[in-house]
T-cell receptor, first 113, second 117 residues
Framework: QKEVEQNSGPLSVPEGAIASLNCTYS??????FFWYRQYSGKSPELIMF????GDKEDGRFTAQLNKASQYVSLLIRDSQPSDSATYLC?????????????FGTGTRLTIIP | EPEVTQTPSHQVTQMGQEVILRCVPI?????FYWYRQILGQKVEFLVS??????SEKSEIFDDQFSVERPDGSNFTLKIRSTKLEDSAMYFC??????WGSGANVLTFGAGSRLTVL
């Protein structure tokens, strides 16, 4: 079983709509969850992180965590063409190794004007 | 905004040659990482470094790889004898505090693209 799984996409969403990105992880003991955005040829850029069950909002972005289901998601409201990128889910768990962040393969998101 | 600086941005080398990739961490960051990303694939952990020693390394980080922080500023990744499959983007990432603290956000540099011919 992969440690962090994401649907690779591509996911196409009309401009102004809500984009929903999903991620599951294998280790029930995972503690910290991160969403990074990566434009083609660029480095990952942190969007937001979440530690506790529930929702966390930051501007147009909302992260949702459900530890019982081992599921974390990212919602992007009022999607803009500039949101077109690959979104990486990353998880920190002491069972994956004490000192690293483990990434999923990413979901490629395209916002259609 | 403070940033992680990596050099070179792109290096082309012949198979079997040694390569050194350099990173200048954010000044008050104490935890340093190297990740790599082969084109079209996921970001993979290589090694973590704290207090002048390796904290953890992946199975990718074999004897051909080494890291050091020789002068207290640059954090380097050396590949002794490059192979074709080492072609990838190498990212340095740094963090101020340890995991579990309020300062555990990993900041990535722009990356160094390594092409092995």
């Amino acid at each position: 079983q992969k440690e962090v799984e994401q649907n690779s996409g591509p996911l196409s969403v009309p401009e102004g709509a809500i984009a929903s990105l999903n991620c599951t992880y294998s280790d029930r003991g995972s503690q910290s969850f991160f969403w990074y955005r990566q434009y083609s040829g660029k480095s990952p850029e942190l969007i937001m992180f979440i530690y506790s069950n529930g929702d966390k909002e930051d501007g147009r972005f909302t992260a949702q965590l459900n530890k019982a289901s081992q599921y974390v998601s990212l919602l992007i409201r009022d999607s803009q063409p500039s949101d077109s990128a690959t979104y990486l889910c990353a998880v920190h768990s002491t069972n994956f190794g004490n000192e690293k962040l483990t990434f999923g393969t990413g979901t490629r998101l395209t916002i259609i004007p | 905004e403070p940033e992680v600086t990596q050099t070179p941005s792109h290096q082309v080398t012949q198979m079997g040659q040694e390569v050194i990739l350099r990173c200048v961490p954010i000044s008050n960051h104490l935890y340093f990482y190297w990740y790599r990303q082969i084109l079209g694939q996921k970001v993979e952990f290589l090694v973590s470094f704290y207090n002048n020693e390796i904290s953890e390394k992946s199975e990718i980080f074999d004897d051909q790889f080494s890291v050091e922080r020789p002068d207290g500023s640059n954090f380097t990744l050396k590949i002794r004898s490059t192979k074709l499959e080492d072609s990838a983007m190498y990212f340095c990432a740094t963090m101020r505090g340890r995991w579990g603290s309020g300062a555990n956000v990993l900041t990535f540099g722009a990356g160094s693209r390594l092409t092995v011919l």
